[in-house]
T-cell receptor, first 115, second 115 residues
Framework: EDQVTQSPEALRLQEGESSSLNCSYTVSGLRGLFWYRQDPGKGPEFLFTLYSAGEEKEKERLKATLTKKESFLHITAPKPEDSATYLCAVQAEEYSGAGSYQLTFGKGTKLSVIP | ETGVTQTPRHLVMGMTNKKSLKCEQHLGHNAMYWYKQSAKKPLELMFVYSLEERVENNSVPSRFSPECPNSSHLFLHLHTLQPEDSALYLC??????????????FGPGTRLTVT
C-alpha cells in the first residue's frame, strides 16, 4: 500500500528564516511526486511535479528536491504570504486496479510565517 | 470562468435532505475527480471519471452518487447523509495521456455541513 508521511505537521518561521518541509513516501514504483499549496478554505494549488531521484525544481522562494525515499520543499527567506498548508502526493507506476490515476496524499504541513 | 469551478461553495443540509454539488472544468481536460478532505486526514479519492466513464470507486457509501454528463461537468448527488460526512468536497481535473504523468488541478471546494 502506498504511503506518504509529511513532517513536521506544523511549522512556524520568522520572516526570512529559511527551512525545509519533508515528504517521505513508500510506493511500489514512483511515476511522479507532486507538491501542492493549499490556503484556508480553498482547493490545493499545483506547484511542482518531480519524476526521478536527483531532480530539482524551483519557483520563486520554493525549491523541491527528490530522492528515492523522500522529497524536500525548501523555503528560502519566506514571507508571510507563503503561509499555507503544503501537501505532498505520489502517483504509483504500477497499475494496481485501483487506478493509475490515483494520487496518495500526505496530511500536509501547515506553515506559518510571522512578520 | 477559468480553471475548475464548484458550486455551491457552502452547503448546510439535514440528514434527510437531497442535494447536489456541481463542478465544471474550463481546461479542456479528459478526466475529473471527487475528493473528500476532512480535518487532520489526507485527501481521500472518492470517484474518478475518465472520458466520461467511471473508473474508480473507493468503496464510497451509496449515499454519494456521482454523475458525469460530459467531460466538462461533474456532479455529486447527496442523500441521507450522516454528520461524519461533513467535510470539504473537492473537484479536480487532469489531462490523461498514456505513459505520461499528469498533474491534477483542483477547484475551490464545497464546504458541506450535515446537521
Amino acid at each position: 500500500e502506498d504511503q506518504v508521511t509529511q513532517s513536521p505537521e506544523a511549522l512556524r518561521l520568522q520572516e526570512g528564516e529559511s527551512s525545509s518541509l519533508n515528504c517521505s513516501y513508500t510506493v511500489s514504483g514512483l511515476r511522479g511526486l507532486f507538491w501542492y499549496r493549499q490556503d484556508p478554505g480553498k482547493g490545493p494549488e499545483f506547484l511542482f511535479t518531480l519524476y526521478s531521484a536527483g531532480e530539482e525544481k524551483e519557483k520563486e522562494r520554493l525549491k523541491a528536491t527528490l530522492t528515492k525515499k523522500e522529497s524536500f520543499l525548501h523555503i528560502t527567506a519566506p514571507k508571510p504570504e507563503d503561509s499555507a498548508t503544503y501537501l505532498c502526493a505520489v502517483q504509483a507506476e504500477e497499475y494496481s486496479g485501483a487506478g493509475s490515476y490515483q494520487l496518495t496524499f500526505g496530511k500536509g504541513t501547515k506553515l506559518s510565517v510571522i512578520p | 470562468e477559468t480553471g475548475v469551478t464548484q458550486t455551491p461553495r457552502h452547503l448546510v443540509m439535514g440528514m434527510t435532505n437531497k442535494k447536489s454539488l456541481k463542478c465544471e472544468q474550463h481546461l479542456g481536460h479528459n478526466a475529473m475527480y471527487w475528493y473528500k478532505q476532512s480535518a487532520k486526514k489526507p485527501l481521500e479519492l472518492m470517484f474518478v471519471y475518465s472520458l466520461e466513464e467511471r473508473v474508480e470507486n473507493n468503496s464510497v457509501p451509496s449515499r454519494f452518487s456521482p454523475e458525469c454528463p460530459n467531460s466538462s461537468h461533474l456532479f455529486l448527488h447527496l442523500h441521507t447523509l450522516q454528520p461524519e460526512d461533513s467535510a470539504l468536497y473537492l473537484c479536480a481535473s487532469s489531462q490523461e495521456r498514456p505513459e505520461e504523468v499528469y498533474e491534477q488541478y483542483f477547484g475551490p471546494g464545497t464546504r458541506l455541513t450535515v446537521t
